[in-house]
């Protein structure tokens, strides 16, 4: 099957308040000067996707205020501080409608992985079944791709910081495994220690 441009919307998980990093948001955090929510949303478009929806939680009006973003949909997480789950069903919930077949999930936080690992995992997408995920020697990561008859699913066994893992786990026979490790570094900025990774 043909892939359109609207078939998969890129979908970036961008709600976390950097506990760790003494409450900075990561969105805010500056890479290559700029907030790392535009350096994230750039990888997705630069991949290939024409439609980018934005999950924001903390501090999301100085994120709105200070990150261009235009062009992108930007979804409020009410619920962020329950973690990634609820952005993951938050940003689902949006491109319910939208005529979006899958969605291309990237987390805000890992500047290493690039276009060149978002395009491969996209190129995986076939239809609306579709599963593929990013590996980094061998083990799984990000960016994933979900495909729309899976969302209902996905939503239903997202909590805490666990996103999509339960449901992968569950269904890891229909995933398509892409290795990036060749062209993308798949580390978190989490901690102080990790900030060194931003440019």
């Known amino acids: 099957m043909t892939r359109t441009d ?41 991949a290939g996707c024409a439609r980018v929806h934005v999950v924001l ?12 973003l235009d062009g992108c949909v930007l979804v409020d997480n009410p619920g962020w501080e329950q973690g990634m789950g609820s952005s993951l069903r938050a940003g689902l919930d949006s491109l319910a409608g939208t005529g979006a077949r899958a969605a291309l999930v990237s987390l805000v936080d890992q500047p290493g992985i690039g276009a060149a690992a978002a395009a491969r995992i996209l190129a995986a997408y076939r239809d609306e079944t579709s599963l593929v ?5 061998g083990v799984r990561g990000h960016p994933v791709l979900l495909g729309a008859a899976h969302w209902t699913g996905i939503a239903a066994s997202a909590g805490g910081d666990q996103g999509a893992r339960a449901y992968l786990k569950e269904h890891a026979d229909a995933i398509t495994l892409v290795e990036c490790g060749d062209v993308a570094q798949p580390y978190d900025i989490d901690t102080e220690a990790d900030l060194g990774h931003l440019e």
């Not at 609207?6 to 000067?33: I, N, S, T, Y």
């Not at 995920?133 to 020697?137: D, E, F, H, M, V």
Request: hydrophobic content about 45%.
């Open 133 to 137: 995920s990013a590996t980094y020697a």
């Open 57 to 68: 939680g903390a501090r999301a009006d100085e994120v709105r205020r200070r990150a261009r």
């Open 6 to 46: 609207d078939d998969v919307a890129g979908l970036v998980l961008a709600a976390g308040g950097g506990r760790r990093l003494g409450g900075r948001p990561k969105a805010l955090l500056a890479h290559r000067g700029r907030p790392l929510v535009e350096h994230a949303v750039a990888v997705l478009r630069s």
